[in-house]
């Protein structure tokens, strides 16, 4: 942790925004962590706000529109082409495209706060299709409700609490089960009341 928060004061906002846009396209990187350190540094008073808050947001969102072209436009057609060898037929291709569709917005949304669900959601919306539009306003809401919390829970934590950034880890995943835990509960009584 100590190499990161030393690489963090380096370059500041390049590593936030190469970080976070490789962390989405699918090479490992820790972005929940990553994002709450950028809070923390941002209460420290090492970072600013403003900037923090762009750049996080823009290479989150880019990584998302870069996976779902690579998927549109390699991976429909390799799919397609190569499927076959490994049981992926045409028609199970079209009932994959079908289910995803339906369940987009869910899985695009609620989706970002699950690693690895984060970095395959935006492939699989390219090989199904989904209309570019759709996906655009998806991904944007999915990037401010994934960024902004951990960001803001940073820099209070950051502020108030004066956390050491060697509890980054602990508190970006504690943060995003709090996230999920709420949007559950939320979906839970909302099913109730129907």
Known sequence: MDEVVRLLETYSYVLIIFS????????P?????????V????????????LSIICSLSSVYI???TAYAVGRWLGYPFMKR?????????????????????NALRTVVFGI????????????????????????VYALIATIVWVIPFLIA??????VFHIGPEVAPYMGIGIG???IVYILWKRRKKLRLK
């Open 63 to 65: 990584g998302l529109l």
């Open 29 to 37: 990187a820790p972005e929940e962590s990553l994002i709450f350190l």
């Open 20 to 27: 976070l846009f490789f962390g989405i396209v699918g090479i």
């Open 39 to 50: 809070g923390l540094f941002v209460g420290y008073g090492r970072l600013n706000l403003a």
């Open 154 to 159: 940073g820099r209070i934590l950051g502020s």
């Open 177 to 179: 089960v709090i996230c």
């Open 82 to 102: 190569f499927g076959k060898f490994i049981g992926l037929t045409e028609r199970n291709l079209e009932i994959v495209s079908t289910g995803f569709q339906r």
């Open 113 to 136: 706060f699950i690693p690895g669900v984060r970095q395959l959601s935006p492939y699989v919306a390219g090989v199904s299709r989904l209309p570019f539009k759709r996906y655009t």
